[in-house]
């Protein structure tokens, strides 16, 4: 282990920090793998760093999966530099040594070197001795081109767009905000350093995804200025990647904010640029675009609309094969189908079927799924009040918001609250019921 590098070496003041000491003596994996991640190192280091996919090292921090073989206790020790006696082990071989810095180069390669080299030999004419140099230069260039050059850490941000698409589990939205914006600053350097054209393609698609996502939790939280200007910036990164798919994804989730906080109009526009984008094929941002183009036309009673868009959005998702159903902020998994369905169809005033996709997508939602299973909820009430049960509804919305952690009690839940609470009739504003709810709204 001497000789090889530690790229996801741990920051020596987690070393000092008691939460992370006491998980590595109970060899608390989760806790490990969590706290790395939060200062700095992406699940993809790390599993390359220990042998493991980032698939696994991500279902470790989140409690899904464990680590118990000795032979892998090791790994991770040697990988992240943890020394041996917090886990347990024997001193590591690493310990005590100390690297060496590596030889300078020689600047045999250098280009300015490489230039006085070529005008002296062409100084003579065109000998054997010039033409010899010429072609290395050309070859060194052939091998440049030829060779896959985008920089190791585009490969790393990539796998880290991929785990942050899993969503908030059960994290604290501000605290997902805090590590995509993290990730996303790594990927400016990549941006202004020279790239090949299919590298800067793989930054920008990259830059578009976690952008975008940065958009979904400050949309979450209520930044409605904030949240389009980041997705702004994610639909130019789109175009720069030539990704239809990525920019009509990027479209159609813009288009909620509009739609959540009052302009469904402007949402419909931003949501059928969106189906544009998609075309016809059956892709996650096509069947996302026809479920928000619905929920918008259903908030601006346009409901012929609403309807055609509601049966396009079922005919995608039946055609969507199980990779794109998966449950991600960027694929469109049944869970999040039922979601929108559910809001569309409350405000078409279907409870019947409106009933049933809550009902659905509470079953497909995880315990941890907060804000999900909030606004499911949350419909649920709307419909109550819409088959005559103010108060019924009231209080299921009253529950639902008095349980929520403060971080989620604002934003887009509480935005829903108030449109429920606006609906009921002024007669019904003295009931018990509904100043309870209009109190909790307004604490």
């Given at each position: 282990?001497?000789?090889?590098?530690?790229?996801?070496?741990?920051?020596?003041?987690?070393?000092?920090?008691?939460?992370?000491?006491?998980?590595?003596?109970?060899?608390?994996?989760?806790?490990?793998?969590?706290?790395?991640?939060?200062?700095?190192?992406?699940?993809?280091?790390?599993?390359?760093?220990?042998?493991?996919?980032?698939?696994?090292?991500s279902k470790i921090a989140r409690g899904e999966a464990t680590v118990t073989a000795l032979e892998t206790i090791e790994r991770v020790a040697d990988a992240l530099r943890l020394p041996g006696a917090f886990l347990g082990l024997a001193a590591r071989p690493w310990e005590n040594h100390s690297p060496t810095p590596p030889p300078e180069s020689d600047d045999g390669d250098d280009p300015v070197n490489r230039r006085h080299?070529?005008?002296?030999?062409?100084?003579?004419?065109?000998?054997?001795?010039?033409?010899?140099?010429?072609?290395?230069?050309?070859?060194?260039?052939?091998?440049?081109?030829?060779?896959?050059?985008?920089?190791?850490?585009?490969?790393?941000l990539e796998a880290a767009a991929e785990t942050y698409g899993y969503g908030y589990h059960g994290q604290v939205p501000t605290r997902v905000l805090a590590n995509l914006a993290g990730d996303f600053a790594r990927l400016r350097p990549l941006l202004d350093a020279p790239q090949p054209v299919a590298a800067r393609i793989r930054v920008c698609r990259t830059a578009g995804q976690m952008a975008g996502m940065v958009a979904i939790v400050l949309h979450d939280l209520g930044a409605r200025k904030d949240a389009r200007a980041w997705f702004a910036t994610a639909s130019t990164a789109a175009r720069e990647s030539r990704d239809d798919d990525l920019l009509a994804w990027t479209l159609a989730r813009e288009a909620m904010v509009p739609l959540n906080y009052g302009a469904p109009r402007t949402a419909a526009a931003l949501a059928e640029q969106a189906r544009r984008a998609a075309g016809n094929?059956?892709?996650?941002?096509?069947?996302?675009?026809?479920?928000?183009?619905?929920?918008?036309?259903?908030?601006?009673?346009?409901?012929?609309?609403?309807r055609r868009a509601v049966a396009d959005a079922d005919a995608l998702m039946e055609r969507l094969d199980t990779g794109a159903r998966a449950d991600t902020w960027l694929t469109h998994g049944e869970q999040k189908h039922h979601m929108h369905l559910s809001h569309a169809l409350t405000a078409l005033g279907d409870t019947r079927r409106a009933r049933e996709s809550q009902q659905r997508g509470l079953e497909l939602s995880a315990p941890t799924s907060t804000m999900t299973r909030s606004l499911l909820t949350l419909d649920a009430a709307a419909c109550d009040h819409h088959d005559g049960d103010t108060e019924q509804a009231c209080r299921r919305a009253t529950t639902v918001l008095a349980d929520l952690p403060a971080a989620y009690r604002t934003g887009l839940v509480h935005h829903r609250g108030l449109d429920l609470y606006r609906s009921i009739p002024a007669r019904h504003h003295p009931e018990s019921a509904v100043r309870e709810l209009y109190d909790l709204l307004s604490a």
């Amino acid at each position: 282990m001497d000789d090889l590098p530690s790229p996801a070496q741990v920051p020596h003041r987690l070393l000092s920090d008691p939460a992370f000491v006491g998980a590595l003596r109970s060899r608390c994996f989760a806790t490990v793998f969590a706290m790395a991640h939060e200062n700095g190192i992406s699940f993809y280091r790390i599993g390359e760093s220990c042998g493991m996919k980032a698939e696994r090292v991500s279902k470790i921090a989140r409690g899904e999966a464990t680590v118990t073989a000795l032979e892998t206790i090791e790994r991770v020790a040697d990988a992240l530099r943890l020394p041996g006696a917090f886990l347990g082990l024997a001193a590591r071989p690493w310990e005590n040594h100390s690297p060496t810095p590596p030889p300078e180069s020689d600047d045999g390669d250098d280009p300015v070197n490489r230039r006085h080299l070529l005008r002296g030999a062409l100084a003579t004419g065109l000998t054997a001795t010039a033409l010899g140099a010429l072609t290395d230069t050309r070859a060194s260039l052939d091998l440049a081109l030829a060779a896959d050059t985008a920089p190791a850490e585009l490969s790393d941000l990539e796998a880290a767009a991929e785990t942050y698409g899993y969503g908030y589990h059960g994290q604290v939205p501000t605290r997902v905000l805090a590590n995509l914006a993290g990730d996303f600053a790594r990927l400016r350097p990549l941006l202004d350093a020279p790239q090949p054209v299919a590298a800067r393609i793989r930054v920008c698609r990259t830059a578009g995804q976690m952008a975008g996502m940065v958009a979904i939790v400050l949309h979450d939280l209520g930044a409605r200025k904030d949240a389009r200007a980041w997705f702004a910036t994610a639909s130019t990164a789109a175009r720069e990647s030539r990704d239809d798919d990525l920019l009509a994804w990027t479209l159609a989730r813009e288009a909620m904010v509009p739609l959540n906080y009052g302009a469904p109009r402007t949402a419909a526009a931003l949501a059928e640029q969106a189906r544009r984008a998609a075309g016809n094929r059956a892709t996650p941002a096509a069947t996302l675009a026809a479920a928000v183009t619905a929920r918008a036309h259903a908030l601006a009673h346009q409901s012929e609309q609403a309807r055609r868009a509601v049966a396009d959005a079922d005919a995608l998702m039946e055609r969507l094969d199980t990779g794109a159903r998966a449950d991600t902020w960027l694929t469109h998994g049944e869970q999040k189908h039922h979601m929108h369905l559910s809001h569309a169809l409350t405000a078409l005033g279907d409870t019947r079927r409106a009933r049933e996709s809550q009902q659905r997508g509470l079953e497909l939602s995880a315990p941890t799924s907060t804000m999900t299973r909030s606004l499911l909820t949350l419909d649920a009430a709307a419909c109550d009040h819409h088959d005559g049960d103010t108060e019924q509804a009231c209080r299921r919305a009253t529950t639902v918001l008095a349980d929520l952690p403060a971080a989620y009690r604002t934003g887009l839940v509480h935005h829903r609250g108030l449109d429920l609470y606006r609906s009921i009739p002024a007669r019904h504003h003295p009931e018990s019921a509904v100043r309870e709810l209009y109190d909790l709204l307004s604490a």
